[in-house]
């Protein structure tokens, strides 16, 4: 019996403690990769457009491919994240009711996430120069959480839209998110006409 109760009693004090092999088969916790975040800086965009801005280091100017892209349509693209800002610019041409119609397409592309998104929030930014523009934020598992669109109300309007190429959820990307859109505002700040 004395040797029976030694028995039981080893096993119990063995079951607690896991050998360094055991220790590392044992499944771990979901983990997100760390973010390799860098210091903003910025440069201007190149010559040629009806409109400049400064733009990232961090990102690449491209050509909008789409088939009905127009001339000065582009991305701002985040290599490092396949990231991107996509900028789309209509000529107002002093027309109001054109303007009115680019301003309720901006807010109905914001309001095709609706399924997916928490909180839709919308405000006017003044900028330092005194000039007004229209940023949306998407909160939740959204293609993009944040939108904006500005003009000059009789000649232009340039939409953006931040949109992330990747399968990971929203609040494992938040500091990504963060910096695209801190370049963003920074484009939105720094956006002149010609």
Do not use: C
């Given at each position: 019996m004395r040797l029976f109760l030694l028995g039981f009693l080893l096993t119990l004090i063995s079951c607690g403690k896991a050998t360094e092999e055991e220790k590392s088969a044992m499944p771990r916790p979901k983990g997100y990769p760390a973010m390799d975040i860098p210091k903003h800086s910025y440069?201007?965009?190149e010559k040629g457009?009806?409109?400049?801005?400064e733009i990232s280091r961090q990102a690449i100017v491209k050509k909008d491919s789409f088939a009905f892209a127009e001339p000065?349509?582009?991305y701002i693209y985040y290599p490092r994240w396949d990231a991107f800002i996509q900028l789309t610019y209509k000529s107002v041409g002093g027309?109001?009711?054109r303007l009115d119609k680019m301003i309720r397409d901006s807010y109905v592309l914001a309001s095709k996430?609706?399924?997916?998104?928490?909180?839709?929030?919308d405000a006017v930014l003044t900028t330092r120069d005194g000039r007004k523009a229209t940023i949306?934020?998407?909160?939740?598992?959204?293609?993009?959480?944040f939108q904006f669109f500005a003009t000059d109300s009789t000649t232009h309007f340039?939409?953006?839209?931040?949109?992330?190429?990747?399968?990971?959820?929203?609040?494992?990307l938040a500091p990504v998110i963060r910096y695209i859109k801190q370049d963003a505002l920074?484009?939105?700040?720094?956006?002149q006409w010609k």
């Open positions: 440069q201007s965009l457009h009806p409109f400049s801005f000065h349509w582009m027309d109001r009711k996430h609706q399924m997916k998104a928490n909180r839709i929030e949306i934020e998407l909160e939740g598992e959204v293609a993009t959480p340039l939409r953006g839209a931040v949109y992330l190429n990747t399968a990971m959820k929203n609040d494992s920074h484009l939105i700040q720094t956006l």
